[in-house]
């Protein structure tokens, strides 16, 4: 069966330091895989896409890369702040209407 | 900006009693989902619905029916409420554009709780 799989240990980092999440995945074919942002007791909020054909991924201090090959996807903050400090959700999409989540990863950043 | 909106952020409810949550967007998005969200398990898909009067089951149908009457409100009903059902319940929409990127835009989240 389709498997999403984040790293379920929380990750504890200092402030101004890069952030690095992964996204792993079996199963699956997405033709884009997408990252959401949730913050505690609130709906995830999207934040980046990118496609199959895409390698990396930048919007100001994120970056996303996807390796289609290593089925495994990476999410970096750089410079990374205590507001950065929630859940992070990777979600796959193959067509269709149907998305997958992950579990997520918890993010703490320390000032 | 897209906003999705539900009717309830907390309710509590008794065993065997039929609950309605409602789900309203107000931005002319052709599709709507309703997921629960349980601590290490991540979202699930209970229903999906990609016009009016349409629905489709997700992973984790049983239990639940929808209704779909007008494009901008979709709502979830707990026919016999039980409590394995206590969850976090979240609405989200998207619309089928250039690219079909999907992305989904989602409501605060009802947390529920059945007794």
């Known amino acids: 069966s389709q498997k999403i799989e984040q790293n379920s240990e929380a990750l504890n980092i200092q402030e101004g330091k890069t952030a690095t999440l992964t996204c792993n995945y079996t199963n699956y074919s997405p033709a884009y895989l997408q990252w959401y942002r949730q913050d505690p007791g609130r709906g995830p909020v999207f934040l980046l896409l990118i496609r199959e054909n895409e390698k990396e991924k930048r919007k100001e201090r994120l970056k996303v890369t996807f390796d289609t090959t290593l089925k495994q996807s990476l999410f970096h903050i750089t410079a990374s702040q205590p507001a950065d400090s929630a859940t992070y959700l990777c979600a796959l999409m193959g067509g269709g209407f149907k998305t997958i989540f992950g579990a997520g990863t918890r993010l703490f950043v320390k000032a | 900006d897209v906003k999705v909106t539900q009717s309830s952020r907390y309710l509590v409810k008794r065993t065997g009693e039929k609950v309605f949550l409602e789900c309203v967007q107000d931005?002319?998005?052709?599709?709507m989902f309703w997921y629960r969200q349980d601590p290490g398990l991540g979202l699930r898909l209970i229903y999906f619905?990609?016009?009016?009067?349409?629905?489709e089951k997700g992973d984790i149908p049983e239990g639940y029916s929808v209704s779909r009457e007008k494009k901008e409100r979709f709502s979830l009903i707990l026919e016999s409420a039980s409590t394995n059902q206590t969850s976090m319940y979240l609405c989200?929409?998207?619309?089928?554009?250039?690219?079909?990127?999907?992305?989904?835009?989602f409501g605060p989240g009802t947390r529920l709780t059945v007794l």
């Open positions: 619905s990609y016009d009016v009067k349409m629905k």
């Open positions: 989200a929409s998207s619309v089928t554009g250039t690219g079909r990127t999907d992305t989904q835009y």
């Open positions: 931005m002319d998005h052709e599709n």
